[in-house]
């Protein structure tokens, strides 16, 4: 396992640790926000393990700097992979939903609840669906890009 995917795994334990014990006891859209960023910052990580990976096999020649051109760039090497691009989309709507203004209902009760307001959208952010996302998509995607990594799945 290369070193962005070993710090992607530490930055998932922190999130673990956010999602099943800081926001149990605290209840805060803070908290909230602080596992959505270290689940962003995970989500970095494993995509640039996964382009370190194919920079190694020399599929590609250097690693992309901004996180757009990683994307554009995982979308063009796994376009025929849905789990990648199911990921992806993840991603992208994760950085969206950092960036956007919020509002907090519900702050120190079971229902704490971040609502997201994009321009002809709202998205509800709470512990359920914090612990959903973080489930299926980084905890998964970290498993399957380990996969892809170590060449158990020939593409």
């Known amino acids: ?14 999130v673990d640790h956010i999602i099943y014990v800081s926001l149990k006891y605290t209840r805060t859209v803070d908290i909230i926000r602080n596992a959505l960023h270290r689940m962003l910052s ?11 990976h194919n920079k190694e096999q020399k599929k590609i020649k250097k690693l992309p700097d901004t996180p757009k051109q990683r994307i554009d760039l995982m979308r063009e090497l796994y376009k025929d992979d849905k789990t990648v691009l199911r990921f992806i989309t993840f991603y992208v709507f994760l950085r969206e939903l950092i960036k956007v203004p919020f509002k907090k209902t519900e702050e120190y009760r079971r229902h704490v609840t ?3 307001e994009f321009e002809n959208k709202t998205a509800d ?5 914090l ?6 998509m980084a905890k998964d995607f ?10 158990i799945k020939d593409e």
């Open 1 to 14: 396992m290369n070193e962005y995917l070993e710090e992607a795994q530490e930055e998932l334990k922190r």
């Open 42 to 52: 995970a989500c970095d990580f494993i995509v640039a393990g996964i382009l370190e």
């Open 114 to 116: 971040m609502i997201a």
């Open 125 to 129: 952010v709470n512990i359920d669906t």
């Open 131 to 136: 612990e959903d996302n973080y489930d299926k």
């Open 142 to 151: 970290f498993a399957y890009a380990v996969i892809l990594n170590e060449g």
